[in-house]
């Protein structure tokens, strides 16, 4: 973000606005996941809204874009954090270098890359049988993240040796033309991607309207509290590392690769030992978070391929272990390709560009619903409606065309993989059509 931003304020801003627009989706999208809470998620949403391709172009969506890549992203941060401790080896820069189609860079950083794939496909055989690294931690996790990032924030802004002064400076490339020129509306959304990513996660948030009591206050007001929180952590923790170093040596780390932005700060004021600390969090954090990436994607793989939409081995149960072994086969090797494919920000770029383009979808059937079912009890109305998913359905349609223009390359990735998909429906309804005329 300070990449593209180039300006400490606008990077904060950056933060807010995504949160607030996330809030905004969030609030949205509930209405559909509170009325068909039951019902299997956005497949079958779909489905209900607009019809079995779309469905299916989702769930194709999901494979060869977004659910993959957030699969191999969240295991990339593991690998950059474990390199901040372990050096890992790298290969000689004319290989390092070598480009295929001008597009793909499979051998640059290269021992960060097998590391990922290692744990992408441990973690695969470990969900294949069925074991688990604990559930139940997941709340000690996230009490155990929240308090180290306030203790940084704390830490930094007391003993940080940093400088108000900082916000003043801008990078070098900073161009400070007018907020609505076309040049800085597409570096700020190009900056929000890498925000969107962080705040990735929201849309299952309204999965269980239709289990809370009192759904139209409780619900709203969670979502309403959570994600502010959540905001006022980021906007604080960033605040934090721009008020310690300058937003020049924020962007070096950045041009680095590998160097964790969170650890050069730490490392800062409180050093190697204080980098370590952070780099072990991180791992702890993201070892724990790739793992639960890994069992919930595979499920609607199974589900299309019981529906005749998929391949059919994703259908396939393990008779020991009850896992969709086959199916987590299928996604570790994909999730490996997209490792190889390029560099973590491609991967955050695609993810994002691709998500918004049906959570935009999603916040659509609210309207479609409204419409076609007018007297379905909804345990959960939409805040704000009409306005509120009416802003957010123009935010995606913007970001989709702003994203289009300023990253060219990651947006014909998502819509070339999401259209690979085309083909394989017109087999796949075919046989199907087949199999019910057979049948009757």
């Not at 931003?5 to 209405?31: D, H």
């Not at 721009?242 to 409180?270: E, G, M, R």
């Not at 978070?289 to 149960?317: C, E, H, I, K, Q």
């Not at 349609?397 to 990735?413: G, H, S, W």
């Amino acid at each position: 973000m300070a990449a593209e931003l180039g300006s400490p304020t606008l990077v904060l801003i950056g933060w807010v606005v995504a949160g607030l627009i996330t809030l905004f989706g969030a609030l949205s999208n509930a209405e559909v996941a509170s009325l068909m809470a039951d019902a299997g998620g956005e497949y079958v949403y779909f489905k209900k809204i607009y019809n079995r391709f779309f469905a299916f172009l989702f769930g194709w969506s999901c494979f060869t874009v977004i659910r993959s890549s957030a699969l191999a992203s969240i295991a990339y941060v593991f690998s950059q954090s474990f390199n901040n401790i372990l050096p890992l080896p790298t290969l000689p820069d004319h290989i390092a270098s070598i480009e295929w189609f001008g597009i793909f860079t499979p051998f640059d950083n290269f021992g960060v890359k097998l590391l990922t794939i290692f744990l992408i496909g441990a973690l695969t055989v470990f969900n294949i049988f069925g074991l688990k690294t604990g559930e139940s931690l997941s709340r000690y996790v996230l009490l155990a993240v929240v308090a180290s990032m306030l203790l940084v924030i704390i830490l930094g802004l007391t003993t940080g040796g940093g400088s108000f002064s900082n916000f003043m400076e801008s990078s070098a490339s900073h161009n400070p033309g007018a907020w609505y020129s076309l040049e800085f509306i597409q570096h700020f959304f190009a900056a929000m991607l890498a925000a969107f990513w962080a705040y990735e996660g929201w849309s299952s948030t309204g999965y269980l309207g239709s289990e809370i009591k009192n759904a139209n206050r409780n619900l709203p007001l969670a979502l309403v509290s959570g994600v502010i929180f959540i905001i006022i952590i980021y906007v604080l923790i960033n605040f934090t590392y721009l008020y310690i170093l300058p937003v020049n040596q924020i962007i070096d780390a950045h041009q680095s690769q590998n160097t964790i932005a969170a650890i050069a700060v730490v490392k800062s004021f409180l050093g190697s030992q204080g980098a370590l600390f952070m780099s072990l969090l991180i791992l702890f954090t993201t070892f724990g978070a790739t793992n639960s990436t890994v069992l919930p994607p595979p499920r609607l793989y199974y589900a299309m391929a019981r529906d005749g939409f998929f391949f059919r081995l994703a259908s396939y149960v393990h008779p020991v272990y009850r896992t969709p072994s086959k199916a987590l086969v299928l996604q570790a090797l994909w999730a490996s390709l997209l490792v190889l494919s390029g560099s973590f920000d491609q991967l955050t770029d695609m993810l994002v560009f691709a998500s918004f383009i049906f959570y935009g979808a999603t916040t659509l059937g609210v309207f479609i619903l409204r419409y076609k079912m007018p007297d379905v009890e909804r345990p959960y109305k939409a805040w704000g409606y009409p306005v509120v998913p009416a802003i957010f359905i123009l935010f995606c349609l913007v970001l989709i065309t702003v994203t289009c223009m300023t990253k060219p390359r990651e947006a014909l990735l998502g819509l070339g993989l999401m259209a690979t998909g085309i083909p394989f429906w017109i087999y796949w309804n075919k046989k199907v059509n087949e199999e019910k005329s057979a049948e009757s």
